[in-house]
Every structure is written in structure tokens, then in C-alpha cells.
């Protein structure tokens, strides 16, 4: 069955970094595009960015471009979030995401 | 506008007909595929439809996708208590080269 199971998340300083993956399973991944979508607390679900299925073509929601970057590996089936410059606002559930299943996420908190 | 437009809450009663709506524009909804999403307190989105009208395998039929023009909806029959939930759609824009949400609709049963 389809899974995609991310990890990587937890606590870090403003201006910090992170890096999250996701390791799907259960499907072709090469042939899908993956995307990183978040959810504050208490608010709405945000895309993030995503990764199209050449692994080259990738596009960013402003609030993260030049801060964060999509790369996923198409031999080991895992997608990943590397997060630069962290901010306050970017807590947030991360979850990594094909058009017909999502993970369960991997909580990023950033405080001091 | 970078938001998809979705009342903020709709009721109904155990086994009546709900629809929810989703209004994008020419860019997003118009284009391409609408995908609508249920989330359960406390848990992870979970995918109900994809490409329009599409189930994945599990969804129950109660759950239903249907796009007209800039407009998607989503019906759900005969409701259950199980379905009090917020559900968000989503179109990818292509000016805008963003995966666009609306901002979710909080579903109470009565």
C-alpha cells in the first residue's frame, strides 16, 4: 500500500535549520510530483513546494523561497525539505504529499 | 487572490445531502484538477477526491467530486456523525505556479 512517512522534524532557534525527509513506498515515485504542504496550529492548510517528477523542476510559495529547498532522490524513493533561516511563523505540522495521499506529518517547532 | 473561496462552515442533519463549495478562477479550478481533502480533529488531511471526481480506494461513495468551469464541489450523502470535520479543496494555478487551498470549511453535524 502507498506510504509516505516523514521524519526530521523538532525544535530549533530562529535563524536555525532543519532537514526534513519523507520516504515513500507503495507506489512508482519517479512518476508522480511530491509536494511539501504545512499547517500551523490552529490554521489552514499552506503548499509549501514541490518537487516535479524529473527531480530538476521544482517551484516555492514566496514565504519560503530562498530559504527553503525541495530535492528528492529517485533511487531511494525519499523526498526532502532542507529549511534554512527559520522563522517564528514557519512552526507548523509539515507533510509531504502526492495528489491522492498524504503522510501523517512531522511537527517543525521554532522558538527560543 | 491565493486563496480558493470556501464557506468557513456548513451544517446538516444525520443522513441528509451537504455540498461544499470551492470557487478559484481561470488560472486554477478552470485549468486543472481539484482535489478535496478531510481533516479530522487532531489528525492528517486525508485525500477524499482527486482529479475532479475521483476516489481513492477506501473513500466511500457518500463522498462525491463534481467541477464546473471555475467552480468545484464537493457532496457528501447521506451524512454521518463521523463526518464532522473541516475539508479543504485544492487546484494547482498556473500563473501563480502554487498548489492553491482554500480556506477550509468546518462541517458540524447536527
Known amino acids: 500500500q502507498v506510504q509516505l512517512v516523514e521524519s526530521g522534524g523538532g525544535v530549533v532557534q530562529p535563524g536555525g535549520s532543519l532537514r526534513l525527509s519523507c520516504a515513500a513506498s507503495?507506489?512508482?515515485?519517479?512518476?508522480?510530483?511530491i509536494h511539501w504542504v504545512r499547517q500551523a496550529p490552529g490554521k489552514g492548510l499552506e503548499w509549501v513546494t514541490v518537487a516535479w517528477q524529473d527531480g530538476i523542476n521544482k517551484d516555492y510559495a514566496d514565504s519560503v523561497k530562498g530559504r527553503f529547498t525541495i530535492s528528492r532522490d529517485n533511487f531511494k524513493n525519499t523526498l526532502y525539505l532542507e529549511m534554512n533561516r527559520l522563522r517564528v511563523e514557519d512552526t507548523a505540522v509539515y507533510y509531504c504529499?502526492?495528489?491522492?495521499?498524504w503522510g501523517q506529518g512531522t511537527l517543525v517547532t521554532v522558538s527560543s | 487572490q491565493s486563496v480558493l473561496t470556501q464557506p468557513p462552515s456548513a451544517s446538516g442533519t444525520p443522513d441528509q445531502r451537504v455540498a461544499i463549495s470551492c470557487s478559484g478562477s481561470?488560472?486554477?479550478?478552470?485549468?486543472?484538477?481539484v482535489n478535496w481533502f478531510q481533516q479530522l480533529p487532531g489528525t492528517a488531511p486525508k485525500v477524499l477526491i482527486y482529479?475532479?471526481?475521483q476516489r481513492p480506494s477506501g473513500v466511500p461513495d457518500r463522498f462525491s467530486g463534481s467541477k464546473s468551469g471555475t467552480s468545484a464541489s464537493l457532496a457528501i450523502s447521506g451524512l454521518q456523525s463521523e463526518d464532522e470535520a473541516d475539508y479543504y479543496c485544492?487546484?494547482?494555478?498556473?500563473?501563480?505556479?502554487?498548489?492553491?487551498f482554500g480556506g477550509g470549511t468546518k462541517l458540524t453535524v447536527l
Open positions: 481561470s488560472s486554477n479550478i478552470g485549468i486543472n484538477a
Open positions: 482529479n475532479n471526481d
Open positions: 504529499a502526492k495528489r491522492d495521499y
Open positions: 507503495g507506489f512508482t515515485f519517479n512518476s508522480y510530483p
Open positions: 485544492a487546484a494547482w494555478d498556473e500563473s501563480l505556479r502554487i498548489w492553491m
